[in-house]
């Protein structure tokens, strides 16, 4: 497998969720980077967006294992990861698997939990792993989150703590379709109510784990330059030091904008990361790992509107 390849199975998988998905084009393209790039993505956007079906959708065109968890604010994190039970016949604690125990993990309305069983994913998300007991039970090689929130509910909802923000690759805000979009949605989904079938939608599966793991490999590979390497970095380095920002990105956010990048680059396919890819993934990188200052915040300045003047302000490779 080579770059090329990488860009046709990423052309199949478009294809196929755009069966049931009509526009996102974005949203699509950054998922399938996550998901060549080993992270996870935070989709915000309010309801009736396709939020939920878009996960099941790309889930379904791969061939992986799917979960879902509906976060409510009773959840606790045994519901998550799962709890050790006794076994009276055999006298011994064994394991019963949670949801998490799966390939792609829709985390429904993420900020309807609490805190503590928010935080049953940090390890989950980092590590691939999980630990009860004592014990340490291992995740699929391609684990990867897709988490939704709705931005415009307030009342039993909890803010996400900023350690779990971190682990997100990107946060993609969606927002309603264009009204040619939105007449194609009515037009096709207007004769059912409630989620759609997979089955009935025509998606199906159009890769397996084992060109999954290839693609992977190939992005890897891709070349980044020393110039490229200094201009993240650049940038940064660039949301600590700007008046407008209280909390900067972490030298994490870094490492995984390059890792993003590797993978825009061969989705496109080629084989060398250009500036151009940065920057298209700077804004859902780096929107949710920064905090404004107060100031900023009286102002009325928008995190994406600073972070935008950060990206134009910074001086590309040639």
Same mark, same amino acid.
């Given at each position: 497998m080579n770059v090329d390849s990488v860009k046709s199975l990423a052309a199949a998988i478009r294809q196929e969720v755009a069966k049931a998905i009509i526009g996102q084009s974005d949203?699509?393209? &950054?998922?399938?980077?996550? &998901?060549? #790039?080993?992270?996870?993505? !935070?989709?915000?956007?309010?309801?009736?967006?396709? /939020?939920?079906l878009l996960a099941q959708c790309f889930a379904g065109s791969l061939d992986l294992k799917f979960g879902r968890i509906q976060f409510t604010p009773d959840l606790m994190p045994g519901d998550? =990861?799962?709890?050790? !039970?006794?076994?009276?016949?055999?006298?011994?604690?064994t394991l019963t /698997?949670?949801?998490?125990?799966?390939?792609?993990?829709? $985390?429904?309305?993420?900020?309807?939990?609490?805190? /503590?069983?928010?935080?049953?994913? &940090?390890?989950?998300m980092q590590e691939r792993r999980v630990t009860l007991d004592g014990k340490v039970h291992p995740l699929g090689e391609r684990f990867m989150v897709v988490a939704t929130e709705n931005p415009i509910e307030q009342q039993g909802t909890y803010p996400l703590p900023e350690a779990q923000l971190d682990r997100f690759l990107f946060k993609q805000v969606l927002t309603h379709p264009s009204e040619a979009e939105e007449r194609r949605?009515?037009? +096709?989904? *207007?004769? @059912?109510? *409630?989620?759609?079938? !997979?089955?009935? !939608?025509? =998606? /199906?599966? =159009?890769?397996?784990?084992? +060109?999954?793991?290839?693609?992977?490999?190939?992005?890897?590979?891709?070349? &980044?330059?020393? $110039?490229?390497?200094d201009y993240v970095v650049s940038l940064v380095r660039n949301t600590r030091s700007n008046p407008d920002?209280?909390?900067?990105?972490?030298?994490?956010?870094?490492?995984?904008?390059?890792?993003? +990048? @590797? #993978? @825009?680059?061969?989705?496109?396919? @080629?084989?060398? =990361?250009i500036p151009d890819d940065v920057k298209a993934l700077a804004l859902p990188a780096l929107r949710h790992r920064v905090v404004l200052s107060p100031a900023a915040e009286i102002d009325g300045r928008r995190v994406d509107d600073v972070i935008s003047a950060i990206v134009a302000r910074v001086e590309a490779p040639r």
């Open positions: 949203t699509i393209d &950054l998922m399938l980077v996550a &998901l060549f #790039s080993g992270g996870h993505i !935070l989709l915000e956007g309010p309801p009736g967006t396709a /939020k939920t998550i =990861v799962g709890t050790n !039970l006794f076994n009276f016949q055999t006298s011994a604690f /698997k949670g949801p998490i125990f799966c390939d792609i993990l829709l $985390a429904d309305e993420i900020n309807r939990t609490p805190p /503590k069983t928010q935080a049953a994913l &940090l390890e989950a949605i009515v037009a +096709s989904h *207007g004769m @059912r109510i *409630g989620m759609p079938d !997979l089955d009935a !939608l025509g =998606v /199906k599966s =159009v890769s397996e784990p084992r +060109s999954i793991a290839e693609a992977i490999q190939i992005t890897a590979g891709v070349h &980044l330059t020393d $110039a490229i390497i920002i209280a909390y900067g990105a972490s030298p994490r956010a870094a490492a995984m904008i390059a890792t993003a +990048s @590797r #993978s @825009r680059a061969a989705l496109d396919g @080629r084989d060398y =990361v």
